[in-house]
């Protein structure tokens, strides 16, 4: 197998930042602006990107496979088992357009009129209840303590209600019903196993949400300001990557000066 090298590039393609014709405004962007509005509007205004962690391979398998199961009752317009071992009247949501709403890069798009921000939002699944409201539905792969049964059990509950706003939001933008009430399905990997034998075995689970979007049509105009101005946002209140620049900077230009005496 040749060797392969992935190197960080610092210098986006322009045409990817705001301004460029391919720039839209994703959920995890707004994410970013939420933790870090320094962050974001160098991700996003001058094209250098946080430094990417390695790739979730596992869970996205929990996550392909997921989609799999429950295109099979999608088809069938049956509901799936956890479905109706939750008491969840609903059934996978038939669309045409649900591949193209599942694909990162491509999913639920809105174009906010008084931004004009393209806002778009890979989803991991929709369901349907008899009233006709769609209910979002994402899926998520851990490995912790105990059953999850509540968003409290996870420390990214706050962060998995923006989440799940967004999506609702979005729906709700692109003209259809949608419930108020989302869902996470959890696989939560048991690791008090004797051994590994070559499988884990997971506890899934399904945590209801009332997804937070009462922030959302604020928080649009403040990014608005902050990509049109040539002022340096504040950091992060807890950003480790601002913590580490400010902290590398100061050494190396201590170290520079002291070289230059």
């Known amino acids: ?29 707004i994410e970013l602006f939420h933790e870090c509005p320094r962050c974001f509007y160098l991700d996003n205004k001058l094209g250098t990107a946080r430094p990417r962690g390695p790739s979730f391979t596992l ?89 999850i049964e509540s968003l409290e059990d996870s420390s990214w509950h706050e962060q998995h209600k923006r989440q799940m706003g967004v999506y609702q939001w979005l729906l709700e933008n692109m003209g259809h019903r949608v419930s108020p009430l989302g869902y996470f399905v959890y696989a939560n990997a048991d690791d008090d196993e004797e051994a590994f034998d070559g499988k884990l075995e997971f506890d899934i689970t399904v945590v209801s949400c009332k997804g937070d979007r009462g922030w959302i049509d604020k928080t649009l105009p403040r990014i608005k300001e902050t990509l049109e101005s040539d002022a340096i946002p504040e950091s992060g209140e807890a950003c480790e990557y601002c913590a580490y620049r400010e902290a590398a900077g100061k050494k190396l230009l201590a170290l520079y000066r002291k070289g230059k005496k």
């Not at 986006?12 to 994703?26: D, F, I, T």
């Open 1 to 29: 197998m040749s060797d392969y090298k992935k190197h960080y590039n610092p210098n986006r393609n322009a045409s990817w930042n705001y301004g460029g014709p391919k720039w839209r405004l994703s959920r995890s962007k």
């Open 59 to 147: 869970n996205i398998a929990v996550d392909t496979l997921f989609k799999k199961e429950f295109d099979v009752h999608r088809a069938a317009k049956t509901a799936h088992p956890l479905m109706k071992q939750y008491g969840i009247d609903a059934v996978p949501f038939e669309h045409a357009d649900i591949d193209t709403w599942r694909e990162n890069f491509e999913g639920l798009e809105y174009v906010h009129p008084e931004t004009g921000f393209t806002v778009s939002g890979a989803i991991d699944d929709v369901w349907v209840n008899p009233e006709g409201e769609l209910i979002v539905v994402d899926y998520k792969a851990t490995s912790k303590n105990g059953r």
